[in-house]
């Protein structure tokens, strides 16, 4: 058996460093959702819509982490098939960041507040499963990196059944949506509340996308 290929010796550094940011962007990205909801909670209003900006700016510095790693992907003279299976994963991790910049801007704009409480509530178990999410997916590509594949494949695994959480509880809101329908007036209300509840269960996919890309990327470039 010889010794698995470790991403780093492949890589440049400045990549593997860049990475190493981008994925951190993904955590403060969520993170900063979060607490923009439970500044909601506490109706701090101005200050959840302040954070929720906050949310906004960080993608925009993910987006520009994102195309560093890019310029320097497209400059480097590594192997052609694993640039460009590195370039498909560089648009899974981006596609969770923008799902959660379009959660927070129907956040921004729904009064948040004159939602029913049944539905607040499963809204904010979604966002509890995309931040634990997200920081697996964190976890799981800093292992991927250092060459601790068989803990990479461990979090990809836990990605897997969180993702399906996120399943459940999406079905659940669908449902409180319908159940408490005559409560969610005028109808565009209804509207912005499903698309968040969409866009965070989109995050939740993206986040699994993330997890079986890296899966399929340790199986091809581990030498057995």
Known sequence: MREAVLFK???????????DELVDKLSDLTGSFLDSIKLLNEMRIGEARRKLRDTMKIESEADIVKKKIIALLEESRIDPGFKEDFFHLIKRIDSVADWIKEAARELIIIPYLEVPQPIREGIEKLIDKVVELAEKVNRAIKSTMSGEYGEAVELISEIEKL???????????????????????????????HDLNQDLEEAADSCEDVGDYLRALIASWKRI
Do not use: C
């Not at 440049?12 to 860049?18: M, S």
């Not at 459940?168 to 159940?179: D, H």
């Open 9 to 19: 010796d492949i890589l440049p550094e400045q990549i593997i460093i860049l990475l």
């Open 163 to 193: 993702e399906e959480e996120a399943d459940q509880i999406n079905l659940e809101n669908r449902g409180k949506l319908l159940e408490y329908s005559e409560q969610l007036k005028p109808i565009t209300l209804a509207l912005l509340v």
